[in-house]
């Protein structure tokens, strides 16, 4: 994901989309976002459809915006913030979901250690630490595993993250750090 986010340029896009209108640009750079956005709205809400009305509402928003889309200084921050938003309303108003607390699985952020050319024993091996940090992470608290999925997996910077989450980059910081200590405690045992 990280080496993808380094290959397109954003700034190009958004200014081809918002000055010419120019439908290419926003394929790609719906194409681009869709995968990343539509796990985070997913983990926020739980619910796969509603994941995907929200990407699908933001990146229509996008195109609407026309040359408003150039006073963006940082896209992908709007989006990721659209999304946080659009979540957050969408639990708060239904009913099902208003007291639910919002939990996130590491499979819908696709971390993957690669396993590729692994004997059947190490494979095995593989397999128990994969899960060992699968359940490390989902024992995070909330914000922790977003902040986490967001630096570690989406490489955000801290800034970005502190924008879309409404903290301060200490309180990232702080968050990551946490995340990161219970990680390396949790898969203590992986490590003989």
């Known amino acids: 994901m990280l080496d993808m986010m380094r290959n397109i340029n954003i700034p190009d896009l958004q200014s081809r989309i918002a000055i010419d209108r120019d439908e290419n640009a926003y394929k790609e750079l719906f194409m681009f976002f869709y995968k990343p956005l539509f796990q985070f709205a997913n983990c926020l809400t739980k ?11 933001v990146m229509m928003k996008v195109w609407e915006m026309a040359e408003a889309l150039g006073e963006i200084g940082n896209l992908k921050v709007y989006l990721y913030r659209s999304i946080k938003n659009r979540a957050l309303n969408y639990l708060s108003r239904n009913p099902k979901s208003k007291f639910r607390m919002v939990t996130l699985d590491v499979n819908d952020f696709a971390i993957e250690l690669n396993s590729g050319f692994l004997d059947p024993e190490n494979q095995l091996i593989h397999k128990e630490v994969q899960q060992g940090v699968t ?10 595993q977003v902040v986490y ?18 903290i301060s980059v200490k309180t990232v910081d702080r968050h990551l750090n946490n995340a990161l200590h219970k990680l390396v405690y949790s898969m203590r045992i992986y490590a003989d």
């Open 47 to 57: 619910e796969a459809e509603t994941a995907e009305e929200i990407v699908s509402d």
């Open 135 to 144: 359940s490390a992470i989902q024992s995070l608290p909330p914000k922790c």
């Open 149 to 166: 999925k967001l630096i570690r997996v989406d490489g955000l910077c801290y800034k970005e993250v502190a924008d879309i989450m409404g």
